[in-house]
């Protein structure tokens, strides 16, 4: 069975760090590009960033670069969402997504599995 399961989420203050974790299991994680989306109240789902687990090669929106890093543990299976100097507009809530495509994908159609998703509130 195939599980993806985000933690780390919460309340911030702007300009403060979280770290988002997503533990995989149930599909071969070293297979798969492990991307990081967030969707906002009302809003459409949205591409965060993207790691390629062979190798660690990373992706990321315009939004995002600069301020959040993608990391995995191929060992444990898990990957991270490093983000910091967080803005009350990166409020939403962050979903972890598999790829068999390989790095290159930003489209919530091209990710064959999902996490359940985790809060996270950027405000004063």
């Known amino acids: 069975q195939v599980q993806l399961v985000e933690s780390g989420g919460g309340w911030v203050q702007p300009g403060g760090s979280l770290r988002l974790s997503c533990v995989t299991s149930g599909f071969s994680f070293s297979s798969y590009s492990m991307g990081w989306f967030r969707q906002a109240p009302g809003k459409e789902r949205l591409f965060v960033g993207v790691?390629?687990?062979?190798?660690?090669?990373?992706l990321y929106d315009d939004s995002v670069r600069g301020r959040f890093t993608i990391s995995r543990d191929n060992a444990k299976n898990t990957v991270y969402l490093q983000m910091s100097s967080l803005r009350p507009d990166d409020t939403a809530i962050y979903y972890c997504?598999?790829?068999?495509?390989?790095?290159?994908?930003?489209?919530?159609?091209?990710?064959?599995?999902w996490g359940q998703g985790t809060q996270v509130t950027v405000s004063s």
């Open positions: 790691i390629r687990t062979t190798d660690g090669a990373a």
């Open positions: 997504a598999a790829t068999s495509r390989g790095l290159h994908n930003y489209y919530t159609y091209e990710y064959d599995y």
